[in-house]
């Protein structure tokens, strides 16, 4: 059941919105060094019709007379390219995943290497999925809300969320529970089958052998 808007939360539920507004903060830009002629890629899983949005931007190396020369590709499993931009400085992208999937944002430099040491490029990606993508401020424009009403808003979407990764979890568990099952009903049924072939081998050699001595007269 989605949950209310009301104009104050109750006493019992206080609690627990403090700690989910807690759980829930902002999340911190990656920053890495990308050295000349080097490709380096970032994977994150994401579920379906999930919003994603993020910004990058790519720093000239320190006394370099050029500026930054980076490519930035983004891209699903299948190779599906969802954002690129050649000779990217600074920008901002936005897609919503039609699956779920693996998506790969990798940045490729352009910038020669030289005789002597060139300094790197310092890259700064900040991607947000889900919750973090949406911009509570201007739905709060749009449709008049109270800042605690803003705030019940994106607690309702945090829980729905997570409902929705705990579900996942429970169709993903039910999926290798009956691949287990499966296996172990494919293992049963070989070992039987094996089973019966060595009882079948094992039968025919003493019938064989006893034929065998009877013909040598060893046995009667």
Known sequence: MPLQLPG????????LLLLLLLLVGPARPISFQLPGKARKCLREE????????????????????????AN???????GHILYAKEDATKGKFAFTTEDYDMFEACFESKLPVGTGRMPDQLVILDMKHGVEAKN?????????????????????????????????????????????ESTNTRVLYFSIFSMCCLIGLA?????????FFKAKKLIE
């Open 136 to 180: 509570y401020e201007e739905i709060a424009k749009v449709e008049k809300l109270k800042p605690l009403e803003v705030e019940l808003r994106r607690l309702e979407d945090l829980s729905e969320s997570i409902v929705n990764d705990f579900a996942y979890m429970k169709k993903r568990e039910e999926e290798m529970r009956d691949t287990n």
């Open 203 to 211: 039968t025919w050699q003493v019938f064989y052998l006893r034929r």
């Open 46 to 69: 994401i579920h379906r019709d999930t919003l994603v949005t993020g910004e990058y931007e790519i720093g000239a190396p320190p006394g370099s007379s050029t500026g930054p020369s």
């Open 8 to 15: 104050r939360p109750r006493l019992g539920q206080a609690p």
């Open 72 to 78: 930035l590709k983004i891209t699903d499993s299948a």
